[in-house]
Structures are given as C-alpha cells and as structure tokens.
T-cell receptor, first 114, second 107 residues
Framework: DVKVTQSSRYLVKRTGEKVFLECVQD?????MFWYRQDPGLGLRLIYF???????EKGDIPEGYSVSREKKERFSLILESASTNQTSMYLC?????????????FGSGTRLTVV | QKEVEQNSGPLSVPEGAIASLNCTYS??????FFWYRQYSGKSPELIMS????GDKEDGRFTAQLNKASQYVSLLIRDSQPSDSATYLC???????FGAGTRLTVKP
C-alpha cells in the first residue's frame, strides 16, 4: 500500500518563525508535490520536484522554499511564517509517465500561524 | 495559465439518483485524468482514472472523457449518503486540480 506520511497533523506557529513541513513516501515515486488547500480556492500548487535535488515553482511559491535531498523525502519550508499562510498543506507523490496511477496524498498538515 | 474548471455546485441529489459531475481543461496535450473524492477534514483519495476517449466504469462510478471537447465527467449511479463529499478533477500533466464540486446525497 502506497504511503505518503506527513510529519504533523496539526501545527501552531508564531508569526516570523521558520517552519518545516516534512513529507516521506515509501513507494519510490519520482515526483513529489506540495499543495495548500483553502476554502473556496481548491488545491494550489506551491512547489514540485521530479528528482532528487530538483525543484520547480508552482503557482504560489512566494514565501516558501523546498528541499529534496533524498528521493523519498520532500520538505516544505516557510521562511518566515505569516498569518496568511494559515492553511491545510498537502503533500503528494506520483510515478512519472502517461499511464501513471495519479497522485497519492498524505493526510495533510493543518498549520495555524498566530 | 492552464486551467481545470469544474461545475461549481454545490450539487444535491436524492438517494438512489444519478449524480453528474463535470470538468473542463485547457491543455490539449493532457493525457491522464483523475477523479478524487475528499471527505471533510480528510485528504483526497483517488476513485477513478481515465486515459482514453470514451467511458470507463468501476462499480457505481463511470468516468467519461472527450479529448476533442476537452472535458471529463464522473457519473455516480445509485447515489448513497456516503457519497456526500467534495469531488476533485485532476489533469495529470498540469499538476492542477479543479476547485471541486461539493455533492450532498439526501436520504
């Protein structure tokens, strides 16, 4: 069973803090993604990675960075947390190719910045 | 910017009816399409994938793809209250999802 594990289910951080969200997948997927989900806005792509040490910006990368030092791990970093980054953060992974079986999501991290 | 759009909903159907969910996409090169179901407070889970024009059936679910018209749809037959959730359309090449359609099935 494919598993994508996000390190925290709920997080509360203070404005200005540096925040690390961790994601680990155990199915040797090449691709990993970070989305945030807000009511009425759906899933928005923050960053994605096709390979180790590779990263690409998504639609809303401002205020975020990522790290992928190992194939199975993809970290999202909020350099200086702000209240508008309060959201549900979802990590996903997938295989490459046309016939891919789609994205597998982690259980999400609900981040509150106060 | 490439877009994935879904009928906005919310959609309400009585138990036992057919629920019809629609999605259009802008990238003509897209080849893989997925429907996800998301219960409140949970992460999305894959329920259907479709890659070729036509229909694909899996139990009570049927996905339909028309690449010429750039739309993909999901039909849920014999809808059950447990089908009440938000349904997300995903276009794999774009890495993007529709905003989702909230479905309520009333007993």
């Amino acid at each position: 069973d494919v598993k994508v594990t996000q390190s925290s289910r709920y997080l509360v951080k203070r404005t200005g803090e540096k925040v690390f969200l961790e994601c680990v997948q155990d199915m040797d997927h090449e691709n990993m993604f970070w989305y945030r989900q807000d009511p009425g806005l759906g899933l928005r792509l923050i960053y994605f990675s096709y390979d180790v040490k590779m990263k690409e910006k998504g639609d809303i990368p401002e205020g975020y960075s990522v790290s992928r030092e190992k194939k199975e791990r993809f970290s999202l970093i909020l350099e200086s947390a702000s209240t508008n980054q309060t959201s549900m953060y979802l990590c996903a992974s997938s295989l490459s190719g046309v016939g891919t079986s789609g994205y597998t999501f982690g259980s999400g991290t609900r981040l509150t910045v106060v | 910017q490439k877009e994935v759009e879904q009928n906005s909903g919310p959609l309400s159907v009585p138990e036992g009816a057919i629920a019809s969910l629609n999605c259009t996409y802008s990238d003509r090169g897209s080849q893989s399409f997925f429907w996800y179901r998301q219960y409140s407070g949970k992460s999305p889970e894959l329920i259907m994938s479709i890659y070729s024009n036509g229909d694909k059936e899996d139990g009570r679910f049927t996905a339909q793809l028309n690449k010429a018209s750039q739309y993909v749809s999901l039909l849920i037959r014999d809808s059950q209250p447990s089908d009440s959730a938000t349904y997300l359309c995903a276009v794999y090449n774009d890495m993007r999802f529709g905003a989702g359609t909230r479905l309520t099935v009333k007993p």
